[in-house]
Every structure is written in structure tokens, then in C-alpha cells.
């Protein structure tokens, strides 16, 4: 079913939400919130009941996420793995699921939810989710991936959980708590889903081309042409540097691991002078 779900996204989901019975709870107690918060965000839910660590990693491996390329990833998983590991153990298991993510979805940001507490204060099994989260946390780099822990939200001063927020199983969220969760984390989402607008760059390497500068100039547009007028009609040779620049290291000159179109316009530049103060 949920790989009939991805194909019929057709890779245009926004954002992915990946987990257990916590997570597929969206679509019981938490439906009227999903339609509220994530309906028209391409959002596509991806929980799956019983699931550990290990599952998330076989589904991955036998391609259920194949065709995606979401904007965001929402990932809580590793309370069903409290049962036979041990709180690092489930920390280990968390972030081999992040590298996979990492992995698969390069450009996405991924929010890493704390495991959701479960059980009464006092019960060992939050101190195991403690323990694991103090671990999983150190995967927040601030720049793919980002750690929030929303756990304490569902509870009271007494380390009980609010009223109408979790079932008696204290384990699965009700409607309030699926209301809680959407409201943590609505505004994170947002930021990164809203539109990200680029401009349109037009790169004319021919000769005489400086007067495309007037015509083709807009707001939201870049012009690069090879000539300074309309005058200079031989053959140009900023084309040439410029394509040679875009792919070497060296136009690189903030060291941030890649070439922006002013780094390869200040190298082309640079070798089409020294092309013709030396020939």
C-alpha cells in the first residue's frame, strides 16, 4: 500500500513524514489535523505500525522511497525498539536511519523528532528514551539535519500526560496530542516548504552581445555577456572560460564547496584578459 502511495505522488511530495503507529496515527485520531496543517503541503505519510529502527532501514533498502524528492523529512522513530535495546542501542539505530535519509534525500531538510515519551514517570522506559534522545540530539548539525524535542508539551508538571492527549495505553497520541505535534512544528515546516525563488539568469557568450543587457533586463534577472558594446565583433572567448570555470575547484574563492555563477564570472573574467594580455 504505501509503496502504491509513493508511486502515485509521483515524486512530487513536499514533505515526507516517516515512522511507526505514532506516525501513521495521522491518518486515525490525527486526520482532522493532517487536513489542517499538512493537506496542502504535498505531504505524504510514511508510518507504519510495529515498525523498529531496522524496518525504516529495509524499507529504504528495497526502495520504497525511490522516486521521491521531498523539501523536508519528518522522522520519529525507536520506541518499539525499547522493548529488547538498550537506550544507545536505539540511538544507533536512529541515526543509521538519518545517514540513509541523508543519503537518499541530499537537499532535504530533515526534522528529528526525540522519541516520544510513553508510560507513567517513574516507569524505566523513559529513562531509556531519555538516554536515547540525549544521544540522537547530537545529530542536529543546524544545517540538514535538526533535532526537536516536543515531549514535554504532552505532559503536565507531574511528568503525566494532559488529558485527552494520549490514549490509556499512554503510548499513541488522540487528537490533541496529533493537535499538539502539527502545532510544534508547523512553523519549522513552513520555513522550509515556502517557495524559494531564484532569478533567471541568461548567459549570451557571443560577440557584440552587450546590447542583450538592455532588452533582456528584469527584476529578478541576471544578464552576463561576453562584450562590454556592440562593437567588439570578433570572436569572443568568454564562453570558453567561463564553462572551463564552472567546473574547476579553483573559481571556488569562499572555499564553501561549491561555484556560484559570480565565482566562474570573476575567474572567465580574469582568463580572458590574461588570455589577451599574453597572446
Known amino acids: 500500500e504505501l509503496n502504491q502511495r509513493v ?4 515524486g512530487k511530495a513536499d514533505v515526507i513524514f516517516i515512522g511507526d503507529s505514532i506516525t501513521q496515527g495521522w491518518e486515525g485520531s490525527g486526520k482532522e489535523v493532517w487536513a489542517e ?4 503541503r504535498k505531504a505524504l505519510n510514511l508510518g507504519i ?3 523498529r529502527t531496522e524496518h525504516v532501514l529495509w524499507r529504504i533498502d528495497n526502495g520504497e522511497l525511490k522516486g521521491l524528492k521531498p523539501k523536508a523529512v519528518v522522522l520519529m522513530i525507536g520506541t518499539n525498539n525499547t522493548g529488547a535495546s538498550t537506550g544507545p542501542e536505539i540511538a544507533e539505530g536512529v541515526g543509521a536511519v538519518v545517514l540513509e535519509m541523508r543519503t537518499n534525500f541530499p537537499d532535504a531538510k530533515i526534522l528529528l523528532l526525540a522519541i516520544f515519551p510513553r508510560g507513567m514517570p517513574g516507569d524505566p522506559v523513559r529513562e531509556k528514551i531519555a538516554e536515547a534522545n540525549r544521544i540522537i540530539a547530537r545529530l542536529d548539525d543546524q544545517r540538514n539535519v535538526f533535532y526537536l524535542d516536543i515531549g514535554a508539551k504532552f505532559l503536565d508538571d507531574k511528568g503525566v500526560f494532559l488529558a485527552d492527549a494520549f490514549r490509556p495505553d499512554n503510548l499513541h497520541p488522540q487528537a490533541r496530542g496529533y493537535d499538539i505535534w502539527g502545532e510544534a512544528v508547523k512553523d519549522k515546516l ?13 548567459i549570451n557568450c557571443a560577440s557584440a552581445s552587450s546590447p542583450f543587457i538592455n532588452k533582456l533586463s528584469a527584476t529578478g534577472r541576471v544578464i ?29 574563492l569562499d572555499k564553501d564547496g561549491q561555484t556560484s555563477l559570480l565565482e566562474a564570472f570573476l575567474m572567465a573574467s580574469r582568463g580572458v584578459t590574461e588570455f589577451y594580455e599574453t597572446d
Do not use: C, H, M
Open 37 to 40: 496543517y499538512y493537506a496542502r
Open 49 to 51: 505500525g510495529g515498525d
Open 190 to 202: 513552513a520555513e522550509w516548504l515556502k517557495p524559494f525563488r531564484r532569478p533567471v539568469v541568461v
Open 7 to 10: 508511486k502515485d505522488s509521483q
Open 224 to 252: 552576463v555577456t561576453a562584450t562590454k558594446s556592440g562593437y567588439e565583433q570578433n570572436y569572443a572567448r568568454f564562453g570558453q572560460f567561463l564553462a572551463a570555470a564552472i567546473i574547476d575547484p579553483n573559481a571556488d
